[in-house]
């Protein structure tokens, strides 16, 4: 296993994982990014910017980004109409980029381990039903989790940086969310995992981020891919059984 870039100690027992999706399992920031401006294009003239996307899409419901786009509340067809033209391009894309369309680096290996050790995981997206179920049909995630505990946008809470996601996923584990490590790319995503209480919350970015990272309320750790991982929750021997 590789070496954590940036991190410091975690100092505590912990019994579950729970992963953010788009960002941190999947590589996905520049597809999700064209289909959100290009249909930003087509509704009001303009792209998104960078800024933009950092506050209002990244970790974001498609409801509220919809809602910041449109400048008011959407109806519930309007929402639904946006919604299908955003995931339908996303969708393309992936399937087109199939380099890209793939688990992120070090994802696999560090999945196995946890299944090899039967530590419990889920995953927590703001992604709906219908991208969820395309992401489990295309990359096989059935092997390491168990569909009916991940969480995602059914429109049931407010999503991220509301607390809720991450408090349900920890209860779907059967866990304190204190008990759980929390794995988050985007801003919005790290403040519901505080928010939420998250014993351990590490966020993966490239190594240039690390120290903007790091600054963030509740991050314990930064790393730059996810086989880095186990170096950082290596600290109960009972709990994580030499994980590797």
């Known amino acids: 296993m590789t070496q954590p870039t940036a991190s410091t100690q975690t100092g505590g027992t912990f019994k579950g994982v729970i992963f953010d999706f788009n960002g941190v399992l999947f590589w996905d920031s520049h597809l999700q990014e064209r289909a959100w401006r290009e249909l930003s294009a ?10 933009e996307m950092r506050l209002h899409v990244h970790g974001r ?4 980004t919809l809602s910041y786009l449109l400048g008011r509340t959407l109806t519930p067809v309007e929402e639904q109409s946006l919604t299908q033209r955003k ?8 399937l087109v980029d199939r380099e890209a369309f793939r688990l992120s680096p070090g994802a696999q290996e560090l999945l196995e381990s946890l299944r090899r050790r039967g530590i419990p995981r889920t995953i ?8 969820l179920d395309f992401f489990i049909e295309h990359l096989s995630l059935g092997r390491w989790f168990n569909s009916a505990d991940i969480l995602y946008d059914d429109g049931t809470f407010p999503g991220k940086p509301a607390p809720d996601i991450y408090l349900k996923a920890a209860a779907r584990l059967g866990l304190a969310p204190a008990d759980c490590v929390v794995v988050e790319d985007a801003v919005s ?3 519901a995992a505080c928010r939420a209480g998250i014993g351990c919350i590490v966020a993966l970015g490239p190594v240039e981020r690390h120290a ?8 314990t750790a930064a ?7 186990p170096a950082l929750l290596v600290r109960d021997t009972a709990s994580w059984g030499g994980l590797s």
């Open 42 to 51: 087509e509704v009001r003239g303009t792209p998104f910017t960078d800024e």
């Open 61 to 64: 419901i498609n409801a509220y």
């Open 87 to 94: 995931e339908g391009a996303y969708r393309r894309l992936c």
């Open 124 to 131: 927590a997206t703001s992604s709906p039903r219908v991208n």
């Open 189 to 191: 995503g790290i403040v």
């Open 212 to 219: 903007e990272l790091l600054a963030l309320e509740g991050v």
């Open 223 to 229: 790393i730059a891919r996810l086989d880095e991982l």
